[in-house]
């Protein structure tokens, strides 16, 4: 797998899909930079009856706002260097993969993702595909389980796997 070090500048850590995820992180490993700044989940919560398209554009929407934010001069987190780091689709080679295919989740992955990506390079910012396997052997649960370990903290489904991103290129997970 690629090295991956650190930014020198404020970064955004992204687990895309349905919802997404996101963690902003400052650099450096004292014991105040070790925490997100700001987390944050895009969730649309209408039940199983939703279209399709009416949720993922409502997801994108909210995401396309939330990244516009960055641009805005009065924004806390304003700053042209900001970095995304956003989680590429796992291609799954297995009985579960196959499964997944079948029901079109990945491919509804891979649009949001592609979406996600387009939105924040189209806004002038770093956008950096980090490959799945920055977690290594460990399950969501593993993953959950160290970042509590690390912070004290407990973190919503998708909210976790960005702060875990953000550890990882921290060097700490």
């Not at 020198?8 to 963690?23: E, F, K, R, S, W």
Request: aromatic content about 12%.
């Amino acid at each position: 797998m690629q090295k991956f070090k650190e930014p020198t500048n404020l970064y955004v850590t992204v687990d895309t899909g349905i919802n997404i995820g996101c963690a902003v992180f400052s650099p450096g490993i004292e014991a105040n930079q070790i925490f997100p700044t700001t987390t944050n989940l895009i969730s649309i919560n209408v039940g199983k009856y939703m279209l399709w398209s009416i949720r993922s554009q409502a997801i994108l929407l909210s995401w396309k706002n939330l990244v516009r934010m960055q641009t805005d001069p009065n924004c806390f987190l304003n700053n042209k260097k900001l970095t995304f780091y956003l989680e590429k689709p796992q291609f799954f080679d297995s009985h579960k993969g196959i499964t997944v295919a079948r029901s079109e989740s990945l491919f509804k992955l891979i649009y949001m993702y592609s979406c996600t990506h387009y939105i924040a390079r189209s806004m002038g910012f770093e956008v950096i595909e980090l490959p799945v396997q920055w977690k290594g052997q460990m399950n969501k649960y593993m993953v959950d389980a160290r970042i509590d370990k690390i912070l004290g903290k407990k973190y919503p489904e998708h909210v976790s796997d960005a702060v875990g991103m953000g550890l990882f290129l921290k060097g700490l997970l």
